[in-house]
């Protein structure tokens, strides 16, 4: 048994628990939550807190959920700053820079890639991320996609196997033949080490796969035993939201272009709905209409999406930010979205919310209120709690 620690002195917790607290966040007021072996075993007003082994005064700092970022691209080498550039003048982003990083990834180091993640992964639980999932896709050959899901596999259980990324250089006009090689050797080398299985579904770039394509990469994934999820909708209103939907896939990610029937698709069905505006922000790009789908009762993730090309951030509040003022989501949404709707997108239940038996990941911020993340953006106020 490890020592329990009580946390007092949160002036505003946020447990997205409705039933704990008040409004759709949960929120508490004066609270206190106590920690035993990594898990909550208590929380409530501070006036009742239970004593514990150790005591940690955040001073009447918020808490909340550590963020869950969804979904990340952080196996990769070399930068594309220049691409970026060039988008700010007005190239747009069709993912065929994409293939930079690949010739970067697949010579660098096993160190040097494992050194990039550790630098992201640190980079995000110092903004308060506590959950990530992380993708291959920067390697596109058996042996690099296999390298690449191994080394995520050793900073998070959340791994996914995105060897459907982009078409490679070497099998440029032969995607048949790329997506047999994908559902084959490559699949059977990265299922081991995977939990997801993910692909760039978007007919309106040149690299990527289309609908029929898509679904082949899908259902062999689940056939090896993997979960599903798809980048859909990115750059085009494509076949992605409705074949996430049809397949079960546990979320459908950017939903930046969306029909009405994609929105009817994702209420009715049990697929998440995640949004990306750091991609938006960073490819100069019109944002996803979080408002419609929320209006729709689909429930929304907010993630980073962070890889060299289409956005290069690791920072959750940041996207907290966009999302509130670029998508029409209140700051509650947007932190819902932020924590419990990244849980959801990963179908944790374990993480995401504060009540007894979850982990006890924590953000807090040098701050009174969640409020804070969208109304002080660019302020680095959040951080993950060691407890
Ligand atoms: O989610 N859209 C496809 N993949 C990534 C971008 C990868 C890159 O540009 O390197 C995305 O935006
Ligand atoms: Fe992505």
Redesign the pocket.
């Known amino acids: 048994m490890g020592l329990s620690t009580v946390v007092t002195g949160i002036g505003e917790l946020v447990t997205n628990e409705p039933a704990v607290g008040y409004g759709p966040l949960g929120l508490v007021q004066d609270a206190a939550l106590v920690v035993d072996d990594g898990r909550v075993v208590w929380v409530g007003p501070s006036a009742s807190a239970p004593d514990a082994d150790r005591r940690v005064d955040v001073g009447g700092r918020a808490v909340l959920p550590g963020f869950v970022d969804s979904h990340a ?1 952080l196996v990769f080498a070399g930068d594309r700053a220049a691409e970026f550039e060039a988008r700010m003048t007005g190239t747009p982003y069709d ?1 065929g ?2 293939a930079s ?1 690949v010739a970067a990834t697949r010579a660098a180091s096993d160190d040097e890639l494992r050194a990039g993640l550790a630098r992201l992964v640190a980079e995000m639980r110092a903004q308060g991320t506590t959950t990530v999932e992380v993708k291959s896709g920067y390697g596109l050959t058996v042996d690099d996609e296999a390298r690449a899901v191994r080394l995520a596999r050793e900073v998070t259980p959340e791994t996914t196997f995105l060897g459907a ?1 982009v078409v490679p250089p070497e099998y440029a006009g032969r995607v048949d033949a790329y997506v047999d090689l994908v559902t084959g050797p490559m699949l059977a080398a990265c299922a081991p080490s995977a939990r997801w299985i993910d692909v ?1 579904c978007e007919p309106a770039s040149p690299h990527a796969f289309d609908g029929d394509a898509a679904r082949v990469v899908l259902e062999a994934g689940r056939a090896a035993g993997l979960d599903l999820r798809v ?1 859909a909708n ?1 750059l085009s209103a494509g076949p992605g939201v409705r074949l996430a939907v049809e397949l079960g896939a546990a979320s459908a990610d ?1 939903c930046t272009h969306l029909t009405d029937a994609d929105v009817d698709a994702l209420a009715a069905g049990g697929t998440v709905a995640t949004v ?1 505006p750091g ?1 938006e922000f960073s490819t100069r790009s019109p944002y996803p209409d979080a408002r419609r789908l929320l209006d729709a009762d689909v429930t929304v993730a907010l993630a980073t ?1 962070c ?5 290069f951030t690791s920072s959750m509040p940041f996207c907290v930010a966009l999302a509130v003022r670029e998508m029409g989501m209140t700051p509650a949404e947007a932190v819902r979205a932020a924590t419990a709707g990244g849980a959801a997108a990963l179908r944790r239940t374990d993480v995401g919310r504060l009540a007894v038996g979850t982990r006890a990941d924590l953000a807090v911020l040098d701050a009174p209120s969640y409020r804070h993340l969208a109304y002080r953006p660019g302020v680095p106020l959040a951080r993950a709690l060691d407890v």
Not at 307 to 311: E, I, K, M, Q
């Open positions: 691209h993912g820079g994409i990083t990324h760039f980048h990115q950017h990306l991609v999406d890889n060299p090309g289409s956005c």
